[in-house]
T-cell receptor, first 113, second 112 residues
Framework: NAGVTQTPKFRILKIGQSMTLQCTQDMNHNYMYWYRQDPGMGLKLIYYSVGAGITDKGEVPNGYNVSRSTTEDFPLRLELAAPSQTSVYFC????????????FGQGTRLTVV | KQEVTQIPAALSVPEGENLVLNCSFTDSAIYNLQWFRQDPGKGLTSLLLIQSSQREQTSGRLNASLDKSSGRSTLYIAASQPGDSATYLCAAGSSNTGKLIFGQGTTLQVKP
């Protein structure tokens, strides 16, 4: 079982560069989430999606964009990377959103220099 | 706006102790409360999920309780072991939006 797969695992970006963090799930889950985790902190919700074609902002959406063209994929786009975006990014999925168990990917460690 | 708080931020106990981790949330309109474990440098593993209609859930040495009216959940770990050392996070699932909002976590160290 693949579950939730994130790529890449590690990435170093220069200030001003752009990149896309990939997330795919094979559980046919409707809900997908992107979080960031700063050192010693909990997870902050960036964006989430309740189904293909539907996305909404979370707690810290500035500097990020998402799209959800299929049920399986939920990429996170960083435009004009800034040092404040240095963090570990986690993607998660759940069948029924806040109603059911969430499954997490292994994370992408991003450093902006 | 849902806010989730976990106390304490860190905890160090000797092996064998029973311990309680606390989680509080501001919006009682939750569908469930989930507890996760995170090992250093790793992703999150789901431990327990309590539906809003339930009072508690048990898995082995772990017991989680939920009191929606007071906005509190606790995770009880019995007979702690060094392998329990990790960060424990709680997350409140919104019944309206489907959002999952996390607390900042409690980092537990169990000393042999």
């Amino acid at each position: 079982n693949a579950g939730v797969t994130q790529t890449p695992k590690f990435r170093i970006l220069k200030i001003g560069q752009s990149m896309t963090l990939q997330c795919t799930q094979d559980m046919n889950h409707n809900y997908m989430y992107w979080y960031r985790q700063d050192p010693g902190m909990g997870l902050k919700l960036i964006y989430y999606s309740v189904g293909a074609g539907i996305t909404d902002k979370g707690e810290v959406p500035n500097g990020y964009n998402v799209s959800r063209s299929t049920t399986e994929d939920f990429p996170l786009r960083l435009e004009l990377a800034a040092p404040s975006q240095t963090s570990v990014y986690f993607c998660a999925s759940a069948y029924g959103g806040g109603r059911t168990e969430a499954f997490f990917g292994q994370g992408t460690r991003l450093t902006v220099v | 706006k849902q806010e989730v708080t976990q106390i304490p931020a860190a905890l160090s106990v000797p092996e064998g102790e029973n311990l309680v981790l606390n989680c509080s949330f501001t919006d009682s309109a939750i569908y469930n409360l989930q507890w996760f474990r995170q090992d250093p440098g790793k992703g999150l593993t789901s431990l327990l999920l309590i539906q809003s209609s339930q009072r508690e859930q048990t898995s082995g040495r772990l017991n989680a309780s939920l009191d929606k009216s007071s906005g509190r959940s606790t995770l009880y770990i019995a007979a702690s072991q060094p392998g329990d050392s990790a960060t424990y996070l709680c997350a409140a699932g919104s019944s309206n939006t489907g959002k999952l909002i996390f607390g900042q976590g409690t980092t537990l160290q169990v000393k042999p």
